[in-house]
């Protein structure tokens, strides 16, 4: 008597079935699907890599530095969520005690709502800030700062040159390292006072003077940054490659290079 085979299947010399090509094609189009869910669910609840192409957070972070961000920490928003922000609902799920001072947070440009910037959180909600000769105060109190070692790199002709370094102490007690590469003399050192509106934040980089941030309230601006584009708290740094051949910028791809480009000493360096 000849038994009939199951669909798709067909028997081995040892009496077992065996999936045929079909089978095994569609088998590993579910797999990819739910690697790619997975992907998803991570990068938009979860963490998103991101990295660093400007030198804003000098010496906080390089050119070349590769972050973690955790999207959790201030709960999520439409811009959490990978190309279909434009569609989903203002507001933000569980924005917990949202974005504290000395944060190092990415979010999204107020006047396009698409870039992602990458900066420190100065201000709050209420918060009157200002500059006043190189010096940062917030409400109306100078913000401590003591010098510490200068800070090497390069100048406008490619030469090696040390910066003035220093550590700021926030209202909160963070301590962070800001340099202040035309002294206490650049274009932002002297500005108006700022009040940060309700629901609206503050954001500056620890380049103090190479970086376009709140100070700027031109239309182009970064200006206040409201907390719904908030994409998450910059943790770690979990990658880092300096210049290549010839101090151009090295490529992450380029593996090769990595014996000499790869900063090993930012590896895993948690983010202050």
Do not use: C
Request: glycine share 10%; net charge negative.
């Amino acid at each position: 008597m000849s038994v009939a085979s199951e669909p798709n299947k067909t028997p081995n010399s040892s009496g077992a079935v065996t999936k045929t090509k079909d089978g095994g094609i569609v088998e590993l189009i579910k797999i990819i699907v739910h690697a790619l869910i997975i992907a998803l669910v991570v990068r938009t609840a979860l963490f998103q890599p991101f990295n660093i192409p400007s030198g804003s957070l000098i010496p906080t972070l390089l050119v070349g530095d590769y972050v973690m961000v955790s999207k959790y920490s201030y709960g999520w928003s439409r811009y959490s969520v990978p190309l279909i922000s434009d569609i989903l609902p203002a507001g933000r799920i569980w924005s917990g005690d949202g974005p504290q001072r000395g944060d190092v947070a990415v979010f999204k440009l107020p006047s396009d709502n698409s870039t992602d910037y990458i900066k420190r959180v100065i201000g709050l909600p209420g918060d009157h800030i200002q500059m006043k000769e190189g010096r940062l105060y917030i409400n109306q109190t100078i913000v401590p700062r003591e010098a510490a070692k200068p800070f090497q790199m390069k100048d406008s002709f490619g030469r090696d040159v040390d910066v003035p370094t220093y550590v700021e102490t926030l209202p909160n007690g963070v301590k962070h390292r800001i340099i202040e590469v035309s002294g206490d003399t650049g274009y932002y050192d002297n500005t108006e006072e700022f009040v940060v509106p309700a629901g609206h934040y503050f954001m500056m980089g620890d380049n103090r003077d190479n970086s376009d941030d709140s100070r700027d309230m031109t239309n182009s601006g970064v200006g206040y940054v409201p907390l719904d584009n908030f994409v998450g708290k910059a943790q770690i740094i979990f990658f880092s490659v300096g210049d290549g051949p010839e101090d151009k910028s090295a490529s992450v791809l380029a593996f090769w290079q990595w014996p000499w480009t790869v900063r090993g000493s930012r590896l895993f360096s948690l983010i202050h």
